[in-house]
Each structure stands twice: as C-alpha cells, then as structure tokens.
Antibody, heavy 125, light 112 residues
Framework: QLQLQESGPGLVKASETLSLTCTVSGGSIGSSSYCWGWVRQPPGKGLEWIGSIHYSGSTYYKPSLRGRVTLSVDTSKNQFSLKLSSVTAADTAVYYC?????????????????WGQGTLVTVSS | DIVMTQSPDSLAVSLGERATINCKSSQSILHSSNRKNYLAWHQQKPGQPPKLLIYWASSRESDVPDRFSGSGSGTDFTLTISSLQAEDVAVYYCQQYYTTPHTFGQGTKLEI
C-alpha cells in the first residue's frame, strides 16, 4: 500500500522560503511513469494544485506560482520536495503531497490517485 | 486555465435520499483520440485529506461503494449518491486533469 508522508517546518517567516519533503513508502519514485506533486488548501478553503514532477526531471508548475516554486526528486531517499520562496500570509495552508497516475503525454501528470495526510504551514509576519 | 464550477455550493439531503452534485468545465475535457473525459471526483471528510472516488468521469475506485456514480461528458458532469449514508457527509470536489495546471471546482459541502 502506497503511503506518502509530508515533513517540514510548520512555521515560516514572511519573505522566507517554505521547504517541505514527501517521503514515499510502498513504492519507488524512480521506477515508474508516475508523477509526484503538491496540492495546498488554505484554512477553510478549497484545493489548489501547485505542481508536479517526474523523476526524469519533467516538471509542471501552476503558472501563477512559477518563479517561486521549485520541485525536486531524490530517488536514493525515495523522496520529493517542494520549495516556495518569498512566502506571504496567502501561502498559509495545509500542503498535501500526492501521486498522479500517468497522464496524456510522456511523463505528464494524470489523475490524483494518492494523497498524503497533509501538513499545516503557517506564514508569520 | 480551465475553470471548474460546481453547483450547488452546499446541499442538505435526508438519509436514504439521492444527492446530486454538478460540475462544469470552461472547455471540453474530452480527449478526442481515446474518448475519455479527464474528470475526477474527490471526497474530503472533516479533518481528513481528500480521497479519490471517481476518475475518467465515471470509473469508481475499487473501494468506493456503488451508491456513488459519475456521469457526463465534454463540459458537464454529475456526481450522484443514490442513497445517502451518514458517512457520506463531506466536501466533494471535481477536478480536471486534461491539462496543466490541474484545476478543482470550489467544492460542494454535503450535509444531512
């Protein structure tokens, strides 16, 4: 059974960089056509896709966050990571790591199959 | 970006009755080559992460009860719960995965 577990600081200061890691168990990041990604949910609000990555290096980002977001994969640790720079209070949210099924194109993200439990990140001033 | 719009925003249904949630995309998410609709439904119960219920607009995940069904094509989709159970209280989100950025509807809160 695939499991995803987010980890990282729960409090980040405004203007600094938010860094989260997702550890995958029950499956290998580097041996499949799956993409791995991040979705966030501000308190009391809806879901927002941030971006996704394939271990080959193909990345897909939400355009409005492009320039602030960096995704990376560490196949040796079976982990993938999110970095979001220049954070503001608007970035306060529960961050979920996810696995996509294969999508339409080569190494592209398809349906969100698995979700981590989520981790709350609060941006403080 | 493809905009996903759900209706209603909230819904109260009696136990054992039918619940219907609608989702509309701003452009077609039907792929012409494979005739598949790139539409999923996720269920989020209070205090829990979302859970995939339905993909390809009408295919149920293996552990999802058959009272849940999805239908529609092109730009208009529906999630139906045929006989509402107490454990179905949740927020339901539609999501398109036809193209990036993947986008979600605003959610529909389902109550008893």
């Amino acid at each position: 059974q695939l499991q995803l577990q987010e980890s990282g600081p729960g409090l980040v200061k405004a203007s600094e960089t938010l860094s989260l890691t997702c550890t995958v168990s029950g499956g290998s990041i580097g041996s499949s056509s799956y993409c791995w990604g991040w979705v966030r949910q501000p308190p009391g609000k809806g879901l927002e896709w941030i971006g996704s990555i394939h271990y080959s290096g193909s990345t897909y980002y939400k355009p409005s966050l492009r320039g602030r977001v960096t995704l990376s994969v560490d196949t040796s640790k079976n982990q993938f990571s999110l970095k979001l720079s220049s954070v503001t209070a608007a970035d306060t949210a529960v961050y979920y790591c996810v696995r996509h099924a294969p999508g339409r194109g080569t190494y592209s993200p398809g349906v969100l199959e698995y979700w981590g439990q989520g981790t709350l990140v609060t941006v403080s001033s | 970006d493809i905009v996903m719009t759900q209706s209603p925003d909230s819904l109260a249904v009696s136990l054992g009755e039918r619940a219907t949630i609608n989702c509309k995309s701003s452009q077609s998410i039907l792929h012409s080559s494979n005739r598949k609709n790139y539409l999923a439904w996720h269920q989020q119960k209070p205090g829990q992460p979302p859970k995939l219920l339905i993909y390809w607009a009408s295919s149920r995940e293996s552990d999802v009860p058959d009272r849940f069904s999805g239908s529609g094509s092109g730009t208009d989709f529906t999630l139906t719960i045929s006989s509402l159970q107490a454990e179905d209280v949740a927020v339901y989100y539609c999501q398109q995965y036809y193209t990036t950025p993947h986008t979600f509807g605003q959610g529909t809160k389902l109550e008893i």
